[in-house]
């Protein structure tokens, strides 16, 4: 279905003058590369037209281009109905095209190392949270002290070095 037709003969020499051109058009559409925002948003709007099983899709991206296979997170794969594949797999090649390609659509489950936390965990990561900002603000109000009387005493010290009144000219009389 992806591969274009072309009838040739060798033993005549015909059907060869557009060999060449149908060659780089393939190897142009082969070296496309979709974004991840607009590959998601296509998969996303195709799978709300068409999505007999109700699989959430979450992330959608292009992992390679030789051949061009694309990989979505979905909440279960099981779930992706093959009229969907075939479905996301022909809008697919009607927007971008990848003629000649043999192009690979993977569906893997979504992982999250999140979970749900309890209230006494929640607790004490506000805990820790204090106790961070209580030791930066007693550290940075140290650090401000000290520098500033760092700062002082350079001042004292440049004021200490200078005389009371000089002045470069004499006024004339």
């Known amino acids: 279905r992806y591969a274009p037709l072309m009838f040739l ?13 149908l060659v780089v058009d393939i190897l142009q559409q082969r070296r496309v590369r979709i974004s991840t925002r607009e590959f ?3 998969v996303r709007t195709g799978s709300t037209v068409h999505n007999p099983m109700n699989a959430k899709f979450y992330l959608c991206h292009q992992t ?7 990989v979505c997170h979905v909440s279960d794969p099981d779930k992706v109905h093959f009229s ?3 479905y996301l797999m022909n809008t697919l090649r009607e927007k971008w095209g990848f003629m000649g390609s043999p192009v690979r659509l ?3 489950q979504a992982s ?3 979970r749900a936390k309890t209230s006494s965990e929640r607790q004490k990561v506000r805990e820790v949270r204090r106790e961070k900002a209580q030791v930066w603000e007693k550290a940075s109000s140290s650090l401000r002290k000290a520098l500033t009387g760092k700062a002082r ?11 009371a009144s000089t002045k470069k000219f004499a006024p004339k009389k």
């Open 106 to 108: 993977l569906f893997v």
């Open 9 to 21: 003969s060798g033993k005549e020499g015909m059907g060869f003058e557009h060999l060449g051109e």
């Open 112 to 114: 999250s190392d999140r």
């Open 64 to 70: 390679g281009r030789n051949p061009p296979t694309f």
């Open 153 to 163: 005493a350079a001042a004292n010290k440049k004021a200490a070095k200078k005389p």
């Open 40 to 42: 998601t948003e296509f």
């Open 84 to 86: 969907l594949r075939r």
